[in-house]
């Protein structure tokens, strides 16, 4: 089981990005989806994460700015941010709970994608 993200890079303060994220391997079903991100010398912290039935989170502090979104039948999570600032500097990170034929239940994590906010 595999969660590959995309979309990272270097924007400038106010512009948006959008990230994606796809699972891949033998998974017979995923139940939720998310976002994290950790900043240089910080913890790693939720932003969002989405059930399959379409039951969503969102840290308190960046409701309004980033959106979450799945598309089930690709297995793919979104996450839309706008209006990004230096202090949204981060490593974000998919995760994603899955249910395999063989393992049961899993906690999957992906590599990470860097978004860089500066001018």
């Known amino acids: 089981v595999q969660l590959v993200e995309s979309g990272g890079g270097l924007v400038q303060p106010g512009g948006s990005l959008r990230l994606s994220c796809t699972a891949s391997g033998r998974i017979s079903s995923i139940n939720a989806m998310g976002w994290y991100r950790q900043a240089p010398g910080k913890e790693r912290e939720l932003i969002a994460s989405r059930t399959n039935g379409g039951s969503t989170k969102y840290a308190d502090a960046l409701k309004g700015r980033f959106t979450i979104s799945r598309d089930n039948a690709k297995g793919t999570v979104y996450l839309q941010m706008n209006n990004l600032q230096p202090e949204d500097t981060a490593v974000y990170y998919c995760?994603?709970?899955?249910?395999?034929?063989?393992?049961?239940?899993?906690?999957?994590w992906g590599q990470g994608t860097l978004v860089s906010v500066s001018a």
């Open positions: 995760s994603a709970v899955v249910i395999t034929s063989i393992e049961g239940s899993l906690e999957v």
